[in-house]
Structures are given as C-alpha cells and as structure tokens.
C-alpha cells in the first residue's frame, strides 16, 4: 500500500479546456498538493503490457494500444496525468466521497490507481471512453480503507474538443458530458455545472457609468465587468473561474498562442505555499496545498509542457519525435535551474541586432513558414 501513504493530504487540482476545432484544443492542469509528491515525467509505449495488479484482488490487465507520456508520483509506475499520441488527455482530481464500483467479476477488476493509465493506453476519443464505460468492460474499484485516501474523478479530452467527466458516486461509474471543459474538486461535477448559474451576470466588457440624479457615477477601473469573479482557492471558486476565463479569452489563431493562454489561466488559480494552510490531523504539523507543478497538453499538435513550482521555465515533450521503444518504462526528471535565460551576454549589441535580423527573416519568410 505505498501509494496509500502518499495521498493522506488532499489535493486542490484545477483542469480545463480551451480552443476550438480551428486551429485546436489545448488541455490545461494544475497539480496541488501538501506534501511533496516528487512527480517525474513517465513514458509508456503503445504495446506496453498491463498485467494484473495494483489494490486488492484485481485481475483485470491489458496490451497499451497508444504512447503516453504524464506526470507520476514518488518514482511509481502510476499516471497522476497524461495526454496520448492521439490528442486524449485525463488525469487524477480529488473528490472526497468517491465510492468506487463493486466488482463482481475479478477479471474485469480494474484498480482506481491505474484507470488514467487504462484510459490513456487503450482509447483515441472520448467517444471510445464513453463507449468502454458503458459496456462495462471494466469495474473499478479499491479497498474501502484505499477509497477514504484516493477518492478521485476524471476529466477526459480529445483532439476534437469532446470533453466528459468520469465520477464514482455511491458505488456506480457515472459519466457527464462537459460542456464547459472544466473539472476541479468537491462538490460532484453536477453541482459545479449548477453553481455557475450564479454568475451569469459577469462580462468581459467594461460597465457603463450609472447616473443618479444628475450625477454620474463611473466604475473604479477597468474589469467592472467582472466584479464579483471568484478568486479564492476553494473548488467551487476555481472553477468558475477557469470556466469564465477560457470562455473570455480572446480565441487563438494559432496553437502556440493556445499553449500560453492556457498557462495564462493557470496563472490564475495558482498557489503559493503558505496560501492554504492546514494542521495535519496526525502530527499537528503545519501543512500548506501549494501548486507542485502545472501541465499543458496541445491536443492539436501532440505537445505535453510542464512546469514545475519552482521554476518558471517550460519544458516540453513532442510525442511525434520520441523514440518510444527506447522511453516505455523510463521516468525523467523536470529541471529545476534555470529560473531564467540570462541574457547579459548579448547586452553588446550582438543580441539586440541578431534579435531584428530574426524578426525580418520571419517577416519576409514565405506564408506558414517562417524560416
């Protein structure tokens, strides 16, 4: 039961979608936690064998149809996210009250710590998932004792920007269609859709100044619009946030632009340490949530880029250059230095003309290539 010990703190994790069929979609992911979960990047190989394991007696295992690349915990073979080389992305979010399904028959038993893995390894769209989850072709559950420790549900993306969430509800799989994109934390997904009911009232646009009798009343600033955005770090809050914002946004023409407004939004519900601060109940210690790393998957172009707390710098995985064969199994560090690209060393001058040189190549460069 290691796992088990890893996963005593909750979690606040955030996740979303943003895009549109042209030019694509780009999943976005924050990853909170108390303690540190040591995350490493993980490569798993279309044909990459299953076999039978993980809590309890499970016997459920299977041939990956799909390269995966996502993040792990504490040097485990366990997805906590990931995206495949077909554009489909899940990953782990905490739900306390989770009850996960009985199983009833041992070969289809399949344990709650290695669905995204299931997900990730054997479907193209959220469509084959819907489908999968429907004919039943697994049953996943976990001790009870696992259940009070790893409650979790998931949300699941593809290329084409059809998004679902996969919740375990009083011993029953229930899959929702997501048309807001959006997943975080408690309450149930149903509820968050509801909730956003509350603040249909928020635009983007500027207020118009009010007059009462004579005199005019113009707002404090500019984002008046949106006075009454949520912005604490509770569940209900980050998500109609990172709801509203990815609706807000103005829409990207290309899939980088789409890349750094998603970073963008996590920005937004980010976490420092110290900001949710709590004693845990068995040493009395302090313990504070803090934003360990964020990810964002270009479900277009099949780019994974990670961040880590503490670093700024992005680093990134094109799942189309990767030698897969040579990467199943293996688990990579994300660099912690620099936290910045210096550039005293082209403050002669040779910077600033290489910089204009490269901005005119770009320009005279044919259409769609900028050289």
């Not at 290329?159 to 994109?181: H, M, Q």
Request: glycine residues 10%; aromatic residues 10%.
């Amino acid at each position: 039961m290691f796992i088990v010990a890893l996963y005593r703190d909750e979690n606040v994790c955030t996740n979303f979608l943003v895009g549109d069929t042209t030019p694509g979609f780009v999943n976005g992911r924050s990853m909170e936690f108390a303690s540190d979960l040591k995350s490493r990047l993980y490569f798993q190989a279309a044909g990459h064998h299953f076999s039978a394991q993980g809590f309890g007696d499970y016997q459920f295992e299977w041939q990956g149809q799909h390269n995966v690349v996502g993040m792990n915990t504490h040097g485990l073979p366990v997805l906590t996210d990931g995206m495949n080389d077909k554009g489909l992305a899940t990953g782990d979010l905490w739900l306390p009250g989770s009850k996960y399904q009985k199983i009833t028959d041992k070969k289809k038993g399949l344990s709650i710590d290695r669905f995204a893995a299931w997900l990730l390894s054997s479907f193209a769209t959220v469509e084959e998932v819907r489908k999968a989850m429907k004919d039943g072709v697994v049953e996943v559950g976990a001790p009870v004792f696992v259940q009070n420790v790893l409650p979790l549900h998931f949300p699941v993306h593809d290329a084409s920007g059809d998004s679902i969430v996969i919740e375990f509800t009083g011993g029953d799989a229930l899959v929702y269609d997501n048309p807001v994109g959006t997943l975080t934390n408690q309450p149930p997904f149903p509820w968050q859709l509801e909730n956003i009911r509350n603040y249909v009232n928020l635009t983007p646009w500027n207020i118009e100044p009010m007059n009462i009798n004579g005199m005019e009343f113009s707002p404090t600033g500019h984002g008046a619009g949106l006075l009454g955005l949520p912005s604490d770090p509770t569940p209900p809050s980050r998500f109609v946030k990172a709801a509203l914002s990815a609706h807000f946004a103005e829409p990207f023409t290309t899939m980088d632009e789409g890349v750094t407004l998603a970073f963008h939004i996590l920005n937004s519900v980010d976490i420092p340490k110290g900001m949710n601060r709590f004693h845990d109940a068995n040493t009395g210690k302090t313990c504070s949530d803090y934003t360990q790393w964020v990810v964002v998957k270009d479900l277009e172009r099949k780019g994974y880029y990670v961040r880590d707390y503490v670093s700024p710098q992005v680093y990134s995985v094109d799942l189309t250059k990767i030698d897969w064969q040579a990467m199943d199994g293996k688990q990579i560090d994300i660099p912690t230095v620099p936290i910045s690209i210096d550039l005293d060393a082209g403050l002669d001058g040779g910077l600033v003309e290489n910089a204009f040189e490269a901005e005119s190549l770009r320009v005279l460069a044919p259409s769609g290539d900028p050289g």
